[in-house]
């Protein structure tokens, strides 16, 4: 019991943690999302290796080597993520990109059943059903005020970590962790391309992007997360993961004054009442499914 309040409080403080992405993003004053990304991945490679390489004694290059070539895909589909992720954040506010990004669950639920014939139960297919409804809400909005383009990445963004969490169910046997450096390199080459060799960036961007990486994304983020989650129900990741979703636009709202739309409020409402029913109906059926994979780039 104590270690299952214990798991608790570490998600809790992860989600918290993580919610802080917007505001950092809002706070950086010139560098670009490419340098951005290429800063932030270089911290979170540098934690995520370290941190593994000393819980496995040293053992780093015979995990990353034992990842097989679907952990390879789950490596690439970790580098897109994070930029498809500020680039929304870039073109849309940080409540749409969130709100989009929480149906991660759902949209899991789907490919799953898709991908993998995994049963889906009732209230999945309702909550599938209400969720999309929340997107199209936003989405539609997006093409009234010129924010379709953040939207669709936000989307992008969900896809992406929903076909990197099937991938990680239908290989359980295999530890996936090492992906996420493995991601982290591939956004530094694509964005070291992207850049075209331009990383110049001033002190306190620079500041800003390592905290992002190494603290938010790679200590609470992932190794953190991961090590909590393994003690709980996915229900209750999953909601305990509501936290950041609904903290991420407070603190822009804060702190920058970014207020969101009615609109973006009701489709975010919508999405979140869908993954919100969805978890506790696992819960009263007393489901133990493995946790996902934590959602947010």
Known sequence: MAQHRFAILLITVSSIAFSFSGLLLREIQAANVWQINFYRSIAQTLVVFVLIAAVNRGALL??????????????????????????????????????????????????????????VRPSTRVAIAVAMAGIAVMMAEGM????????????????????????VRAHRAVNMLPTIGLGSIVTCVIC??????????????????????????????????????????AAEVTLLMLTEFVLGPVWVWLFVNEVPTAYTLLGGAVVLSAVTGRALADLRRGARRPPPPKPLP
């Open 192 to 233: 070291f391309a992207v850049t075209g060799h331009d990383l110049t960036v001033s002190l306190h961007d620079l500041v800003l992007c390592l905290i992002w990486g190494a603290v938010i994304a790679g200590l609470f983020g992932n190794i953190l997360f991961i090590a909590a989650a393994r003690h709980l129900a």
């Open 144 to 167: 009234a005020v010129g924010s379709l383009f953040g939207n669709a990445m936000a989307l992008a963004t969900a896809l992406l970590f929903s076909i990197f969490a099937v991938i």
């Open 62 to 119: 015979q995990l990353v080597g034992r990842v097989g070539r679907y952990g390879v895909l789950a490596a690439l589909l970790q580098g897109i993520l994070p930029i498809c992720f500020i680039v929304s954040m870039s073109n849309t506010t940080v409540a749409n990109t969130l709100f989009v990004i929480s149906a991660v669950p759902v949209i899991t639920a789907l490919l799953a059943w898709v991908l993998l014939g995994e049963r």
